[in-house]
């Protein structure tokens, strides 16, 4: 267990701090496929444990919308907790940002009793 129990199956790919959620049998060697070619497997990639989860919600966003593979193909440049912004590995710069809301009531762990509602993150483009 690596935490984020709703995510479960969970993976963190080490020494480089990559985790990955939702994920079942089938997904491992796709997962493991993309790793080794130092690109992120998008549909299950939750983040970088270097990053925020506001931090984490902004690069998804980014790499979502760019299609952004590469492992290290972005760089966090500036974060003030409501603003994120990155540079890819082309030179351009992305800003973010990044408000937390109140998620869906759900059980956040295995052995949770009772629901709560999870903060979840909404990433707008930034002027």
């Not at 070619?37 to 549909?43: D, H, K, Y």
């Not at 492992?71 to 907790?81: A, I, K």
């Not at 990044?98 to 909404?122: M, S």
Request: charged residues 35%; negative net charge.
């Amino acid at each position: 267990h690596v935490g984020g129990d709703r995510f479960a199956g969970n993976v963190v790919c080490l020494p480089h701090g990559v985790y990955y959620g939702r994920l079942d049998r089938e997904d491992a060697v796709a997962l493991l496929d993309e790793h080794f070619a130092r690109r992120v497997l998008l549909e299950k990639y939750r983040g970088r444990s270097i990053f925020t989860f506001g931090e984490q919600a902004a690069e998804r966003g980014i790499r979502e919308r760019e299609r952004i593979l590469e492992l290290d193909g972005l760089e966090l440049v500036d974060t003030d907790g409501a603003h994120v912004t990155f540079r890819d590995v082309l030179g351009h710069v992305h800003r973010l940002t990044v408000v937390g809301e109140p998620g869906e009531p759900r059980r956040l762990t295995c052995t949770a009793t009772e629901e709560r509602r999870p903060l979840r993150f909404r990433v707008t483009e930034s002027a």
